[in-house]
């Protein structure tokens, strides 16, 4: 795009910032004034024109008044217009001042005016100059009446292309809003989506808690009386139990499910990460697996987050960046577990994967962010510097805040 197309697109944005009716109505009211000045102040008998009289009020107030109107009603506005400069100059009035500002009607006319209607008003202005030159003006001559009417048509086409790139510019916009829209749309059902998903899987977190809470009360309230020892160890098995799983029950408040029908799977854990490793080794990427300090049992809805977290981080590199090699570093500190998968694939399919993505390779930041949103932790995801890309997660074991 030239710079003068960008200035006019400019331009034409300020102007579509104001009120049309207020701008036609100071556009009215100033050709009004100069109008019917311009037939008291400019020429007189000695130049050949007509002494200024009501007539020559009326016909200026005929030519400037459709002005307040240009924009709702242009074929009209301006074959009024063109009526009276045409009626003033043929009756030797002085009209000079009129015939420059018709051009503004022209071009209002070129500009705001449809089909039909639009071609006929241009005809209409033309026959006027046609009209003129034959009847004759004082002070006039050939030439300037070719100029005039060459003036009037370039008025008419300037109008013609400046409402074309109106038009044009208002689609670019509305596509635009409407591209906005289904990328928030998008972005929303891929929240939607994976909340459902958070759901279903913790479903099964929740339904194997209460199961075992079951199953220990039925225990200890069949051997209370025969073996208080393990009527004892099944009510502290239930106590645990039910901790972890009240755990769950905050953490799963808030998240919606739509489908309670659906089936769901056993969820998994890093326990069955030897397994995703293996089948993402058989797909052509090389993955080492680090562990850092001592492994111990993760609350079931925190050791599904982590796998999930992992298997993602995995198949980003799997679909963006292989052939590459990643590294899967899980630390296990005293109240938290962390996360990091990085890869060392190309540069540009990090960019590719780059966050905030509305994209179907964007939805899986999207998810990793709402698991982690779950259990209070954090995340960070980003190209590395020199190429590859990196996942980072923090999983507190503790309840949210």
Same mark, same amino acid.
């Given at each position: 795009?030239?710079? /003068?197309?960008? $200035?006019?697109?400019?331009? *034409?944005?300020?102007? %579509?910032? #104001?009120?049309?009716? +207020?701008?036609?109505? !100071? ?77 503004? /009607?022209?071009? $209002?006319?070129?500009?705001? *005016?449809?089909?039909? %209607?639009? #071609?006929?008003?241009? +005809?209409?202005?033309? !026959? ?80 194997? $808690?209460?199961?075992?809470? *079951? ?29 972890t799983t009240l755990t769950e029950i905050r953490r799963l408040l808030g998240v919606l499910r739509a489908d309670g029908d659906a089936?769901?799977?056993?969820a998994p854990g890093l326990a069955n990460l030897p397994r995703l490793v293996a089948d993402v080794r058989g797909a052509g990427v ?22 999930r977290i992992v298997q993602e981080a995995l198949t980003n590199v799997l679909k963006h960046a292989a052939p590459a090699r990643a ?75």
């Amino acid at each position: 795009m030239t710079s /003068a197309a960008r $200035s006019m697109d400019r331009l *034409a944005a300020r102007f %579509r910032t #104001l009120d049309p009716q +207020v701008l036609d109505t !100071v556009i009215g009211t100033v050709f009004t004034v100069v109008s019917v000045l311009d037939v008291f102040v400019t020429g007189g008998a000695e130049q050949g024109f007509q002494e200024p009289d009501a007539v020559a009020v009326l016909l200026a107030l005929g030519f400037s008044l459709p002005f307040y109107v240009r924009r709702r009603a242009p074929l009209a506005s301006t074959l009024a217009s063109a009526t009276s400069l045409v009626l003033l100059s043929t009756l030797e009035y002085p009209a000079g001042v009129q015939s420059q500002l018709l051009l503004v /009607a022209v071009y $209002s006319l070129g500009s705001h *005016a449809q089909g039909a %209607r639009r #071609l006929l008003g241009f +005809v209409g202005v033309e !026959v006027g100059v046609i009209i003129v030159a034959a009847v004759g003006i004082p002070d006039s001559t050939t030439a300037n009446v070719l100029f005039a009417g060459a003036s009037y048509a370039a008025a008419f086409f300037f109008g013609f292309a400046v409402q074309n790139r109106r038009l044009y510019q208002e689609q670019l916009e509305e596509r635009a809003a409407l591209l906005a829209r289904e990328q928030d749309e998008a972005a929303q059902r891929a929240v939607a989506d994976e909340r459902l998903r958070i759901a279903q899987e913790l479903h099964d977190v929740v339904a194997h $808690s209460m199961g075992v809470i *079951a199953v220990q009360a039925g225990v200890g309230l069949h051997v209370i009386d025969a073996d208080p020892a393990e009527a004892k160890r099944s009510l502290e098995a239930i106590s645990v139990t039910s901790r972890t799983t009240l755990t769950e029950i905050r953490r799963l408040l808030g998240v919606l499910r739509a489908d309670g029908d659906a089936a769901y799977d056993p969820a998994p854990g890093l326990a069955n990460l030897p397994r995703l490793v293996a089948d993402v080794r058989g797909a052509g990427v090389q993955v080492d697996v680090d562990i850092v300090g001592s492994r111990y049992d993760l609350p079931p809805g925190v050791d599904l987050t982590a796998y999930r977290i992992v298997q993602e981080a995995l198949t980003n590199v799997l679909k963006h960046a292989a052939p590459a090699r990643a590294v899967v570093t899980i630390g296990y500190e005293p109240d938290a577990v962390t996360l990091e998968v990085v890869d060392d694939g190309r540069r540009a399919n990090a960019g590719d994967r780059r966050e905030g993505s509305v994209s179907p390779r964007g939805h899986g930041i999207l998810g990793m962010r709402e698991r982690v949103a779950v259990y209070g932790g954090s995340l960070e995801v980003g190209p590395r510097f020199g190429g590859g890309f990196r996942v980072a997660a923090r999983l507190p074991l503790g309840d949210p805040e």
